[in-house]
């Protein structure tokens, strides 16, 4: 592979998600759990700034606490430049400067945006010029929400989430995010799903072996209509989740007393996503859960994947 001139600086903006729709399947022999998803790209962004250094070396800042983040190779950006580099045989390093708009060990994916926004900009710093397909190929060894922030919009992911087909979605979605500082543990998530299952095992349909997208979202996807999303949206970790936090419960009540259509358990949670009927009423709803106390963030999707920013 060629290596062309390298820049001073890149600038790389990556979205969170949402799972708007989440089925997941029976556990498998290795302990995981194949799923079918359906992803939203949302208006809250990491921001990732790459600089050329000998080392692999990160700084995190945000408007949330971030103090939990590691700046070590835990950090799942760091993990990203190192894939890069020894990929296409860089043998120089990269200061990574990030700065954080998506909740920390929030459900949404900030860590998965980070990585990349991380991918994007080595590609364009040390001037590699992968193509989508491959920077999504080595997305997928990082974690299962990476290819989709390289893609963004909205997509239905199956298998452990990393598998993409792009989904029409007309309009505009609006959501209102409550977010958490208590992070939640995504295998403590799963393990408690199990354990859901195993003790209700004679009250609950057994999961699929395969799940699947219903096709009431998609429907509501491609109509771009945010009632007919709230009827079929659905998320089988909400239950593990709110299991371990029933503290949970008490909010998603107070944002559906407050007008949501729906509120959901984003991802593994902890934070909450509230769909809105649209930006007026998603504003309103903002206030309110702000008024009673929670962190409420008005985002909106679907908008672009990782992509460099002049």
Request: with cysteine; charged share 20%; net charge negative.
């Amino acid at each position: 592979m060629t290596i062309r001139a390298v820049p001073g600086r890149v600038h790389v903006r990556a979205p969170g998600k949402i799972n708007v729709f989440l089925q997941v399947g029976s556990v498998q022999p290795d302990g995981y759990h194949d799923v079918a998803t359906a992803y939203q790209a949302v208006s809250a962004v990491e921001e990732v700034w790459a600089t050329p250094a000998d080392g692999f070396t990160v700084s995190v800042t945000g408007s949330m606490d971030v103090s939990g983040v590691p700046h070590d190779d835990r950090n799942l950006a760091v993990r990203a430049a190192r894939l890069l580099a020894h990929e296409i045989g860089w043998r120089g390093g990269v200061h990574l400067d990030v700065v954080k708009g998506v909740p920390v060990a929030g459900g949404m994916g900030g860590g998965s945006a980070d990585a990349a926004a991380t991918l994007v900009a080595c590609d364009a710093l040390w001037g590699a010029g992968l193509g989508s397909h491959d920077l999504q190929e080595l997305g997928s060894r990082l974690g299962a929400d990476v290819p989709f922030s390289l893609m963004g919009g909205t997509a239905v992911g199956t298998g452990r989430g990393d598998v993409l087909s792009p989904a029409l979605a007309r309009g505009r979605f609006d959501w209102v995010i409550v977010t958490d500082e208590q992070g939640l543990s995504t295998p403590d998530v799963y393990r408690a799903l199990d354990a859901h299952r195993n003790r209700h095992a004679v009250d609950i349909a057994p999961p699929r072996r395969r799940p699947e997208v219903a096709t009431d979202v998609l429907h509501a996807l491609r109509a771009g209509d945010a009632g007919m999303l709230a009827e079929s949206a659905q998320n089988d970790l909400q239950a593990a989740t709110l299991a371990l936090r029933p503290d949970l419960t008490r909010v998603l009540d107070e944002g559906e007393r407050a007008g949501a259509l729906v509120g959901l358990v984003s991802g593994s949670g902890p934070t909450l996503a509230f769909l809105a009927s649209d930006a007026e009423a998603a504003i309103e709803l903002q206030v309110l859960m702000s008024a009673a106390g929670h962190r409420a963030l008005h985002v909106h999707g679907p908008v672009p994947g990782a992509r460099i920013i002049d």
